[in-house]
T-cell receptor, first 115, second 113 residues
Framework: EPEVTQTPSHQVTQMGQEVILRCVPI?????FYWYRQILGQKVEFLVS????????KSEIFDDQFSVERPDGSNFTLKIRSTKLEDSAMYFC?????????????FGQGTRLTVV | DAKTTQPNSMESNEEEPVHLPCNHS???????IHWYRQLPSQGPEYVIH???SNVNNRMASLAIAEDRKSSTLILHRATLRDAAVYYC??????????????FGQGTILTVHP
């Protein structure tokens, strides 16, 4: 069964450093998303990406965040200068169509720890 | 997004049916009802979705009230693997959003052996 894969599974970084979280969505999917979940809290939307551009973003997704689909298969989330409060599980998701009337597939997540 | 209300937690015994309720009294005519779940230490997983009619798939059934102001996710025979947080979400077909799914606190389902 096709799946969304995320690497690394766990990333530890020092405050102020840049991190890139990587995702390989399912190959025929057109919509891509990043979510995060701070420990013990709910899953929060960060950004959606379609047709090589951001289609929607939340207030959390400020100038420190960026997304890219560099080669048609990978979908990355970059945090330019990490803060302690960026520590969370980050989930990538993809769907064939928008999440409106189809299922979205989520990856297993990357646990980011900022120290 | 229209708001949904779910109980914080529910408990069930293994092999018994589970009915997980969701209230969405402000639902609009174009809102789809989506259910996802999150098993411990995993990403969210799609369960089922519907618009007006009841829906069945291999995982669960979705019963939608006639006025669409509430719905119920039905797990016909709970297993230990069904222990998870279950999220009820609405998505607006009439909106301009490209499909953002908004997660609330969900219902923590505990399944006892």
């Amino acid at each position: 069964e096709p799946e969304v894969t995320q690497t690394p599974s766990h990333q530890v970084t020092q405050m102020g450093q840049e991190v890139i979280l990587r995702c390989v969505p399912i190959s025929n999917h057109l919509y891509f998303y990043w979510y995060r979940q701070i420990l013990g809290q709910k899953v929060e939307f960060l950004v959606s990406f379609y047709n090589n551009e951001i289609s929607e973003k939340s207030e959390i997704f400020d100038d420190q965040f960026s997304v890219e689909r560099p080669d048609g298969s990978n979908f990355t989330l970059k945090i330019r200068s990490t803060k302690l409060e960026d520590s969370a599980m980050y989930f990538c998701a993809s769907s064939v169509l928008s999440m409106l009337n189809t299922e979205a597939f989520f990856g297993q997540g990357t646990r980011l720890t900022v120290v | 997004d229209a708001k949904t209300t779910q109980p914080n937690s529910m408990e069930s015994n293994e092999e018994e049916p589970v009915h997980l309720p969701c209230n969405h009294s402000t639902i609009s005519g174009t809102d789809y009802i989506h259910w996802y779940r999150q098993l411990p230490s995993q990403g969210p997983e799609y369960v089922i979705h519907g618009l007006t009619s009841n829906v069945n798939n291999r995982m669960a059934s979705l019963a939608i009230a006639e006025d669409r102001k509430s719905s119920t996710l039905i797990l016909h025979r709970a297993t230990l693997r069904d222990a998870a947080v279950y999220y009820c979400n609405l998505r607006d077909a009439g909106g301009t959003s490209y499909g953002k799914l908004t997660f609330g606190q969900g219902t923590i389902l505990t399944v006892h052996p």
